[in-house]
């Protein structure tokens, strides 16, 4: 099985760019039940999540 560990300073930047992303999440104008998956996923992915926001997520 695959583990990915992310700590310190690293971990700390991760937390900061998720919360970011689901501020900007409940602030977008998409429909309520695409920002509950969008913030799902982040929560369940936080690394991939993020990415996948970030790239194709609501503006």
Same mark, same amino acid.
């Given at each position: 099985?695959? /583990?990915?560990?992310?700590?310190?300073?690293?971990?700390? &930047?991760? #937390?900061? $760019?998720?919360?970011?992303?689901? !501020?900007?999440?409940?602030?977008?104008?998409? /429909?309520?039940?695409?920002?509950?998956?969008?913030?799902? &996923?982040? #929560?369940? $992915?936080?690394?991939?999540?993020? !990415?996948?926001?970030?790239?194709?997520?609501?503006?």
């Amino acid at each position: 099985m695959l /583990s990915v560990e992310v700590s310190g300073i690293l971990g700390l &930047l991760l #937390l900061v $760019l998720n919360i970011y992303a689901i !501020i900007k999440i409940v602030q977008s104008g998409a /429909s309520t039940g695409a920002k509950v998956l969008w913030v799902v &996923l982040i #929560l369940l $992915l936080p690394v991939l999540g993020f !990415i996948l926001w970030f790239l194709l997520g609501p503006k």
